[in-house]
């Protein structure tokens, strides 16, 4: 067990907030991140891997492990389960690991429940145009997908009250700065550096 446990972080966003690239451009700058790979039933889009952006699971598997009280958290989203395996992100804690969450509001209000110290941060898109023109290009879902996933959206903001932290992705470099300054701004709370002040102070 690490000195210093490590930051659960949680970040969401609509579909088409630019989630995935923000996090790829925040794990270059921050190699030490574990990135939590989920556990979905949904089917693999075109140029995703097993074990790399999902652990592909079929619906038996997905609720066996609900059963087995496996997973920190799951989901049911757009007709699919999605999870974080509770064991994956204890032990990385534990090793002084900084974790990072990429999941749906339901998902994150549930860390925030069993996880409280969690940071959690929402992305969003410049506008609800600029959201949909995404979803569009991304040209991986039928109209109707992309049509329930838009409303899905304006749900999913409304629950960014509930967020410590809340970044818009106009620019992906300008949005994964953000996250990263917030990243260190928690790593300088207080409580998490008592201990530096006790050779100053002493421990009465
Ligand atoms: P997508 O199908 O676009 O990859 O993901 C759909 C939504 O599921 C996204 O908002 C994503 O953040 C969320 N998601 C991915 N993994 C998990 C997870 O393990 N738990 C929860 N609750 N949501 C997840």
Redesign the pocket.
């Known amino acids: 067990m690490s000195e210093r446990r490590g930051e659960l972080i949680v970040l ?1 966003g609509p ?1 088409g907030a630019g ?1 995935s690239t923000v996090i790829a451009e925040l794990l270059s700058a921050r190699r030490d991140i574990h990135f939590s790979v ?3 039933t ?1 089917q693999p889009r075109t140029g995703e891997a097993d074990g790399v952006n999902y652990n592909f699971v079929s619906r038996e598997e997905f609720e066996r492990m609900i059963a087995n009280h496996e997973l920190l ?3 049911e ?2 007709g699919n389960y ?3 395996s509770l064991k994956v992100i204890r032990d990385k804690l534990d090793q002084g690991v900084d974790v990072l ?4 509001v ?2 994150a209000a549930k860390v925030k429940e069993r996880c409280p110290e969690a940071v959690l941060i929402f992305l969003i898109p410049p506008s609800i145009e600029e959201l949909s023109r995404r979803l569009h290009r991304r040209n991986t879902d039928p109209e109707e997908t992309i049509q329930r996933r838009l409303e899905k959206a304006r749900e999913e903001c409304r629950e960014s009250v509930h967020y410590d932290y809340l970044v818009v992705n106009d620019a992906v470099v300008t949005a994964a700065g953000e996250i990263l300054s917030i990243l260190e701004a928690e790593r300088c709370r207080t409580p998490k550096r008592l201990h530096l002040t006790q050779g100053i102070v002493g421990t009465t």
């Not at 969450?101 to 749906?104: K, N, P, S, V």
């Open positions: 969401s579909s989630k989920s556990f979905t949904r958290e799951y989901a989203y757009v999605y999870g974080t969450l990429d999941i749906e339901q998902g």
